[in-house]
């Protein structure tokens, strides 16, 4: 991927996807990459039991390439939010939250951007950098769901 493409993905990706909080977004940001990286690992360690020079060791090496340009953009994208982070908030103590603290997002929000993801990925050329950060997309807010139901289904007791 050249830096014209990349830099159309990032901004593709982050323009339409990230609520305007500098704390959600750190927290996305975070999540982004965390589930590309997870993902990146499942699919290498799948590679490792396939014969290299099978048609199935050529498709996941692509796959993975795609993902490490993803993780790429996702490290891009953090240490743009550090920097700004930083600038607005001055020191950590002034930040007050680690990203871990973060409270989760509201389940529509996160319902929403899950639908945009998936259209994005039906969109995308497959095994494209685009159609790969859509799928961590899609997988990484699926996630993020599921986790709100339980969090949601704990406080009302169900």
Do not use: C
Request: no cysteine; net charge negative.
């Amino acid at each position: 991927m050249n830096t014209d493409e990349r830099s159309h993905v990032i901004s593709q990706t982050f323009k339409s996807t990230e609520p305007g909080d500098l704390k959600d977004q750190l927290r996305t940001a975070s999540d982004r990459l965390m589930a590309t990286l997870d993902e990146l690992v499942e699919l290498e360690t799948a590679k490792r039991s396939i014969p290299p020079g099978s048609e199935e060791f050529v498709h996941l090496a692509k796959r993975i390439e795609g993902l490490a340009q993803a993780a790429l953009i996702h490290t891009q994208r953090q240490a743009e939010l550090a920097e700004d982070t930083h600038q607005v908030a001055g020191t950590a103590a002034e930040v007050g939250q680690t990203i871990e603290e973060i409270p989760a997002r509201a389940m529509e929000i996160i319902l929403s951007e899950w639908r945009a993801a998936e259209r994005q990925l039906q969109a995308a050329e497959p095994g494209s950098p685009a159609a790969m950060l859509a799928n961590a997309d899609v997988r990484r807010l699926r996630d993020e769901y599921r986790r709100a139901q339980v969090v949601a289904e704990a406080d009302t007791g169900a």
